[in-house]
């Protein structure tokens, strides 16, 4: 029983650690994401036919890569909407985010002090609700793999 409550707690220590590092890393490329989207192109976004993600892409990859970047648990990638429903959760977002993979967007206005209307940003307290989330999606990972 201990060596399972002790794999967990390892578990989601090494989850939380990588989102954080992970996000760190990836922070001046994804910590801007689009809102109000037409419904056909979330839906085309959502196909993977673009630059645009979905926050859960994002976070199954943090979740399958190998430690120190990720968590190194492949077998918990699918887990990571546990992770964004919790987020869209805490926020009232009614749709998951999509994040621009490739470049940051927008920033020029943003540095310049103005409103980019189509673009929200992930701030500090949003990274904290994913790291609770990332703990919660590893936590059920390992309860239904009986860890």
Request: glycine share 8%; proline share 5%.
């Amino acid at each position: 029983m201990a060596h399972h409550i002790w794999r967990r707690s390892l578990a989601v220590a090494a989850g939380t650690a990588a989102l954080t590092v992970g996000a760190a890393t990836a922070a001046s490329a994804h910590h801007c994401y689009k809102v109000d989207w037409n419904p056909n192109a979330y839906a085309n976004h959502m196909s993977g036919n673009t630059a645009w993600m979905p926050l859960s892409s994002m976070g199954a990859m943090i979740i399958s890569a190998p430690a120190p970047d990720g968590a190194g648990l492949p077998q918990c990638a699918s887990y990571a909407s546990v992770a964004v429903d919790h987020w869209m959760a805490e926020t009232g977002a009614t749709s998951e985010p999509l994040i621009h993979s490739r470049a940051t967007v927008g920033s020029g206005a943003a540095y310049q002090g103005k409103t980019v209307k189509p673009f929200a940003y992930l701030q500090d307290s949003d990274y904290a609700i994913l790291e609770e989330g990332l703990g919660m999606a590893i936590d059920q990972c390992m309860a239904d793999q009986g860890a």
